[in-house]
């Protein structure tokens, strides 16, 4: 089992920034996939950002490239996602997600599909 909380998340104006962080424990693969997704009102989920630990590979949505950045502090098996010069539709609830299985061909990191834990969420809202 692996559980996973996230913080960080709170209301901003347009162009300010936030940093949200992912505690993650029990069972956790240090070669595994995690990654930020989120769901804004009345649409659905959609991907944000991820890493694959074991290749060191790193995964943005195209909306938020350049914006946001993904890291973890695998000591502390954290997984942060900075995000800066936040737009009114980064407005969202954002979820921290762990892939905890093994795979002969996985899933893209970038697919909602990848990922068998996930967080509570915590809700970003940015005002104009």
């Known amino acids: 089992q692996v559980q996973l909380v996230e913080s960080g998340g709170g209301s901003v104006q347009t162009g300010n920034s936030l940093r949200l962080a992912c505690a993650a424990s029990?069972?956790?693969?240090?070669?595994?996939?995690m990654a930020w997704f989120r769901q804004a009102p009345g649409k659905e989920r959609e991907f944000v950002a991820a890493?694959?630990?074991?290749?060191?590979?790193?995964y943005y949505a195209d909306s938020v490239k350049g914006r946001f950045t993904i890291s973890i502090d695998n000591a502390k098996n954290t997984l942060y996602v900075q995000m800066n010069n936040l737009e009114p539709e980064d407005t969202a609830v954002y979820y921290c997600?762990?892939?905890?299985?093994?795979?002969?061909?996985?899933?893209?990191?970038?697919?909602?599909?990848?990922?068998?834990?996930w967080g509570q969420g915590t809700q970003v809202t940015v005002s104009s």
């Open positions: 997600a762990a892939d905890s299985r093994t795979w002969d061909r996985p899933p893209d990191a970038t697919s909602a599909a990848r990922y068998d834990y």
């Open positions: 029990g069972r956790t693969d240090p070669r595994s996939a």
């Open positions: 890493v694959v630990r074991g290749v060191a590979s790193l």
